[in-house]
């Protein structure tokens, strides 16, 4: 297969990778700024350019690794020059239907889980969203997915925007409320790391069971004295009292009255 990865990104690099290490080396690397498409190129022992016009005419798969909001923008710029390839985006928030005025094969590619570039990733725990306009297209991206990695989901596009919102919710969020509780502790002279425990617990409690039914705390009790005493301790910090706030009223409704 030839494969081409426009972008030089995180997922770039990551999947880049992993794709190389799993026996389907990419070819080629576009992205706009030049030093950034040799430098990742230069890693995977593949040619690169900065520009859609000399991507390979004969690759099979092109895979866009762009800012979500650049996504559409890049897929014009490559469709002069694109014929019968499959074209995919690696976007939770996109749909793949952006495509679709661009590329006669397109889809989805999107592997879902927070990648850094100083984290390797653990490829056999991330599970594969993919999506495509062609069943035969579907079963060609699951099978590269499960080339490199071992959980692999057919994911529409109306799906996958709502998978995306709650992973907002299960990690963006959580890790907000995580910081917060973080700086709580500092104004106190106290070490994040007597929490540790805890968020162990949830996270493990979260994973075995339904989280709803694992929900604990002064809220979801109808505590009030001690949701009202937290209200005022958190005087010195609004947004953080009408998180706390908004959170306490929809564990428990009753506590709205
Ligand atoms: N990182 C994650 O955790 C993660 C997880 C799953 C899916 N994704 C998806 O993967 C895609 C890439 O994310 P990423 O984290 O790899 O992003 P990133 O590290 O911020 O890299 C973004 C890449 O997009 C290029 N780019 C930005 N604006 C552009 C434009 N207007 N025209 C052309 N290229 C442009 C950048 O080029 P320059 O080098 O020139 O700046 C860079 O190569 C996104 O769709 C994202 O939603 C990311």
């Not at 762009?66 to 928030?93: M, N, W």
């Not at 998978?163 to 002279?189: G, M, P, S, Y």
Request: glycine fraction near 4%; aromatic fraction near 8%.
């Amino acid at each position: 297969m030839k494969i081409v990865i426009v972008g030089a990104g995180r997922i770039a690099w990551h999947l880049g990778k992993r794709l190389k290490s799993k026996g389907l080396p990419v070819s080629q690397v576009i992205s706009r700024t030049a030093e950034n498409a040799e430098t990742l190129a230069d890693s995977l022992q593949a040619t690169w350019s900065d520009s859609p016009a000399e991507v390979l005419p004969d690759a099979d798969w092109i895979i866009i690794a762009v800012r979500d909001d650049a996504i559409e923008e890049v897929a014009k710029a490559f469709a002069p020059y694109v014929q019968d390839t499959l074209v995919t985006h690696t976007s939770g928030g996109t749909a793949g239907a952006i495509l679709k005025p661009y590329f006669e094969r397109y889809g989805v590619f999107y592997p879902l889980q927070s990648f850094s570039l100083e984290h390797t990733p653990v490829w056999s725990k991330i599970p594969f969203c993919v999506d495509a306009q062609s069943d035969s297209d579907v079963l060609l991206l699951k099978k590269i997915a499960k080339t490199i990695g071992n959980l692999v989901y057919h994911v529409t596009d109306e799906q996958r925007a709502l998978l995306h919102v709650a992973a907002v919710f299960a990690n963006n969020f959580a890790n907000r409320c995580f910081a917060i509780a973080e700086k709580i502790l500092d104004e106190k002279d106290l070490p994040f790391e007597l929490l540790h425990p805890l968020m162990e617990e949830t996270l493990a409690k979260a994973l075995q069971d339904s989280p709803a039914r694992m929900q604990t705390g002064p809220a979801m009790r109808g505590d009030v004295d001690t949701v009202r005493r937290h209200l005022n301790l958190l005087g010195d910090h609004p947004d953080w009292q009408e998180i706390y706030r908004e959170l306490s009223e929809n564990i428990n409704p009753d506590l709205r009255s």
